[in-house]
C-alpha cells in the first residue's frame, strides 16, 4: 500500500487548506482512512477518520467544526478539507490507511502511513 499526501503549505490564520491523499496498491474503498498531525515537540494526535466506504467520519474536539475529511473511492483518494485554520494547527500531516473497514484513534494504530505534508499556520 503505498500513500502520497499533498497540498500543505503556508497560510495566514483564518485561511483554508485542502490536503489530498491518493492510495495505491490495494481495493481503496474497503479500508478506513484518517489523518493525524505531529507538531515539532509533540506526539503524533489523531485528527480525522472515515470508515470505509465513507458511512461516517469522526474529528478530534480540537478541529471539530472547520476540518472536513472526505473519500473519494473512484479517484482512491482522501481529502481533509482545512478552514479557519489556527496557529495551533501548524504541524506535519500525515494520511494513514487501516487494516479493515474502522478506524481506531491510537497514534500508532495504522499500519501504512503516507510521508506527510507541512502545514504552517502564521499569526
Known amino acids: 500500500v503505498q500513500l502520497q499526501a499533498s497540498g500543505g503549505g503556508l497560510v495566514q490564520a483564518g485561511g483554508s487548506l485542502r490536503l489530498s491523499c491518493a492510495a495505491s496498491?490495494?481495493?481503496?474503498?474497503?479500508?478506513?482512512m484518517a489523518w493525524f498531525r505531529q507538531a515539532l515537540g509533540k506526539e503524533r494526535e489523531f485528527v480525522a477518520g472515515?470508515?470505509?466506504?465513507?458511512?461516517?467520519?469522526y474529528y478530534a474536539d480540537s478541529v471539530k467544526g472547520r476540518f472536513t475529511i472526505s473519500r473519494d473511492d473512484a479517484k482512491n483518494a482522501v481529502y481533509l478539507q482545512m478552514n479557519n485554520l489556527k496557529p495551533e494547527d501548524t504541524a506535519v500531516y500525515y494520511c494513514?490507511?487501516?487494516?479493515?473497514?474502522?478506524?481506531?484513534?491510537?497514534?500508532?494504530?495504522?499500519?501504512?502511513w503516507g510521508q506527510g505534508t507541512q502545514v504552517t499556520v502564521s499569526s
Open positions: 496498491g490495494r481495493t481503496f474503498s474497503n479500508y478506513a
Open positions: 494513514a490507511s487501516y487494516g479493515g473497514y474502522y478506524y481506531t484513534r491510537g497514534p500508532n494504530d495504522p499500519p501504512y
Open positions: 472515515i470508515t470505509g466506504g465513507g458511512g461516517s467520519s
